[in-house]
């Protein structure tokens, strides 16, 4: 029998031994194999769920493999299913979280995709395992459904895709960050109908050695196969420089970006011979639009012809009512159209892609031809966005890479980048959203700070 002074002590310490196995459960974890941690991040219990997502975070890849080996034959059977039960289904629901939160990226079920948040970690990574970084700069977080427009495409026709996701996983270390979040609008109907989307913005990424530095860079959205072999180039640029040091490794760039731009402007010759209209790549650059202290956000959005498919009909609801800027840059012209054409085979979307896009539609049937012309316009959109964006947006990084400024600060070549070349520079807090000669009837125009 305890005595009075003992069972005093007994009760003192009743709460810690209550508060022990909480104390315990991360070192536990730690222990924990794998694909323990992968059975536990599915868990009903949310505390339980959540610490076991964190550990299986902490691990990198491997963490994210452990899942997917896990639950294999549930992704499987799961994404057999109509994409309405999928939309409905708990454990559909569970699992692609989970999925979402150890990878850093949203549908990362059709990716497989783990991205370091952490260029320092990402630079570890790619010292160990001997491979160039893929750096991705985006408006808003690439694990968020409203990210910017570009980067959720990145999502579909890029990331989904078999290929390319296979060159990503095994050739590359994985890195994003948000450069600043994506302005999101929601018109409401008023009868419990809203349509919510992102306006403006643009992504970038850019091919670093293992040490952060600069080597090339892919702007803004380009077809599979051609996006592919860009990454393909750059990845054996990096492995060549790689082996040189100080003076010699800059000679080598600045060389590398000089046939680049030759090479494209070769290139843009042979595809304006086929479509009868000679520009050369130097008057293209030229007729870009040019920078004031705050580009519109119409200025800005015929840059990327996907993005502004999505995002026009917004722009001028909201008061964005400038034209955009300078033929044959336009992105509707018929200029491009016709190059694009010539290379439609870049944008052809595979079967990874095409299913995430009919999950994204769980209300349409797959046989609905409504599904195919979304496809079908998306493929033409892709075909536009990756020949402007080469010729235009690749050469000018080409001619900027080629003086040697920036091989060495990828931050700075991004400043420049959102600035310059996407015209949404970091001093115009409102991305040329904001006019101010436009009047509302609302006070202050709506907006409030």
């Given at each position: ?21 909480i104390l ?5 974890l730690m222990a ?47 994404s ?14 569970r699992?692609?979280?989970?999925l ?83 302005p999101r ?8 109908r809203?349509i ?8 970038i990424?850019?091919i ?8 090339d ?10 996006f ?8 054996a ?15 080598s760039?600045?060389s ?13 010759q042979?595809d ?17 639009p ?9 200025t ?11 995002e026009r ?5 909201i ?17 491009w ?7 439609a ?7 990874g892609?095409i299913?995430?896009?009919?999950a994204?539609y ?22 536009l966005d990756?020949v ?33 070349l996407?015209?949404?520079p970091?001093?115009?807090?409102w991305?040329?959203?904001v ?6 009837g609302?006070?202050?125009n709506?907006?409030?700070?």
């Amino acid at each position: 029998m305890l005595t009075r002074p003992n069972r005093f002590i007994s009760l003192l310490m009743l709460p810690f031994l209550v508060v022990l196995p909480i104390l315990v459960m991360p070192a536990t974890l730690m222990a924990a194999t794998p694909g323990a941690l992968a059975r536990r991040a599915m868990s009903e219990n949310s505390a339980e769920s959540a610490a076991a997502i964190a550990a299986l975070r902490d691990l990198g890849p491997a963490g994210l493999e452990a899942l997917f080996a896990t639950y294999r034959d549930r992704i499987a059977a799961l994404s057999a299913e109509p994409a309405a039960s999928r939309a409905s289904s708990p454990e559909w629901l569970r699992l692609t979280a989970a999925l979402d939160a150890v990878s850093r990226q949203k549908d990362s079920v059709a990716s497989r995709l783990y991205w370091y948040t952490d260029l320092e970690k990402a630079k570890a990574a790619a010292k160990l395992a001997g491979k160039p970084i893929l750096s991705l700069r985006l408006l808003g977080n690439l694990d968020e459904e409203f990210s910017c427009a570009n980067s959720r495409f990145f999502r579909t026709a890029l990331f989904a895709n078999t290929e390319v996701s296979a060159a990503l996983r095994d050739r590359f270390i994985l890195h994003w960050k948000s450069v600043r979040p994506a302005p999101r609008v929601t018109i409401d109907f008023g009868d419990g109908r809203k349509i919510e989307t992102t306006v403006t913005g643009n992504s970038i990424h850019y091919i670093l050695d293992p040490d952060g530095r600069p080597v090339d860079a892919i702007p803004g959205l380009y077809g599979p196969k051609a996006f592919l072999k860009e990454l393909l180039r750059a990845e054996a640029v990096c492995r060549t420089s790689a082996a040189l040091a100080g003076p010699q490794r800059e000679a080598s760039l600045r060389s590398y970006h000089q046939a680049r731009l030759s090479a494209i402007s070769e290139e843009l010759q042979a595809d304006q011979k086929a479509v009868f209209a000679p520009l050369s790549l130097a008057e293209l650059l030229a007729e870009q639009p040019v920078v004031g202290t705050a580009p519109s956000a119409a200025t800005a959005a015929p840059l990327a012809a996907s993005k502004a498919a999505v995002e026009r009909k917004t722009l001028r609801s909201i008061g964005s009512s400038a034209a955009p800027v300078g033929p044959p840059a336009a992105a509707d012209s018929e200029y491009w159209q016709k190059i694009a054409a010539l290379h439609a085979g870049d944008a052809k979307l595979d079967a990874g892609s095409i299913a995430l896009i009919r999950a994204h539609y769980p209300a349409i049937d797959r046989s609905d031809p409504a599904l195919s012309r979304i496809i079908q316009n998306f493929e033409r959109s892709i075909a536009l966005d990756t020949v402007r964006n080469e010729y235009l947006m690749h050469a000018t990084l080409h001619r900027w890479l080629a003086t040697g400024r920036f091989n060495a600060d990828v931050e700075r070549l991004n400043e420049e980048v959102y600035s310059r070349l996407f015209l949404t520079p970091r001093s115009d807090p409102w991305l040329g959203l904001v006019t101010t000669d436009t009047y509302t009837g609302i006070v202050n125009n709506g907006i409030s700070k």
